[in-house]
């Protein structure tokens, strides 16, 4: 799942992208009001995490702009400023939650599973094809009853192809789910990781999980 980190102070930024990474999140992080703007225009999110003293501007205007635009994904406010009037405004204006910092990155964790939780309470939790079985509110993925260690990034790579099983993908298409940007992608990373999922999850090479159309893509069997 892609979370969206608006913190200007660097080393909180650097903090929250690293925790909430080790935790199987995809994380952009940005400093500003304009970075922001420009990272929800070039692709979506399942929940942003949201600083209110920015540079160029106050974080709740941001959500209040968001909001009036029908942007309804899972906002957590994570803010220095911890009054009750405060909080009251950020909730009023379309926040999901609030936290003030100081915070446990347990608590973080625990909030935004929270907020995913409610977000996709309508949706699948639990995506399973051909074994393997993959949770997302807990993190976790097993092939035929067996726990499979993955990365963050892997179990991005794999929940996007659970979620369109038999589709045949283009390689746009999955790069802009689970990194960043995909102009910023090297042509062969995403070989790479296509590589270490079938090594992962591929037990019988005569019945393969994934297959590659040169020059297009991939497609989940």
């Known amino acids: 799942m892609k979370i969206l980190v608006i913190e200007d102070q660097r080393r909180l930024g650097q903090f929250l992208k690293k925790g909430l990474?080790?935790?199987?999140?995809?994380?952009?992080?940005?400093?500003?009001?304009?970075?922001?703007?420009d990272a929800l225009c070039e692709t979506g999110y399942?929940?942003?995490?949201?600083?209110?003293?920015?540079?160029?501007?106050?974080g709740l205007d941001l959500l209040r702009e968001w909001r009036k635009s029908g942007f309804n994904e899972p906002v957590l406010i994570l803010s220095a400023r911890d009054a009750v009037q405060d909080r009251v405004r950020g909730l009023d204006?379309?926040?999901?939650?609030?936290?003030?910092?100081?915070?446990?990155?347990?608590?973080?964790?625990a909030r935004i599973r929270s907020l995913l939780r409610r977000q996709v309470s309508t949706?699948?939790?639990?995506?399973?094809?051909?074994?393997?079985?993959?949770d997302l509110l807990a993190r976790t993925v097993t092939r035929n009853g067996e726990g499979v260690d993955m990365t963050s990034r892997e179990f991005a790579l794999l929940e996007v192809f659970l979620q369109n099983a038999g589709?045949?993908?283009?390689?746009?298409?999955?790069?802009e789910k689970i990194w960043e940007s995909?102009?910023?992608?090297?042509?062969?990373?995403?070989?790479?990781?296509?590589?270490?999922?079938?090594?992962?999850?591929?037990?019988?090479?005569?019945?393969?999980?994934?297959?590659?159309?040169r020059g297009v893509g991939y497609q989940l069997l």
């Not at 600083?51 to 501007?57: A, F, N, Q």
């Not at 949706?123 to 074994?131: M, N, Q």
């Not at 589709?167 to 790069?175: A, E, H, K, M, S």
């Not at 990781?193 to 590659?212: C, N, Q, W």
Request: with cysteine; aromatic share 8%; charged share 30%.
């Open 123 to 134: 949706k699948e939790t639990v995506l399973e094809h051909r074994g393997i079985r993959l």
């Open 167 to 175: 589709r045949v993908l283009p390689r746009t298409l999955i790069c």
């Open 182 to 213: 995909h102009y910023d992608v090297d042509t062969n990373l995403l070989d790479v990781y296509m590589s270490r999922l079938r090594m992962k999850l591929e037990t019988d090479a005569a019945k393969p999980l994934f297959k590659t159309l």
């Open 21 to 37: 990474s080790e935790h199987a999140y995809t994380v952009t992080w940005v400093q500003t009001c304009a970075e922001a703007r």
């Open 46 to 58: 399942d929940g942003i995490i949201l600083d209110l003293g920015l540079p160029d501007g106050d």
């Open 93 to 109: 204006l379309g926040a999901d939650d609030y936290l003030s910092k100081p915070f446990s990155l347990e608590e973080l964790l």
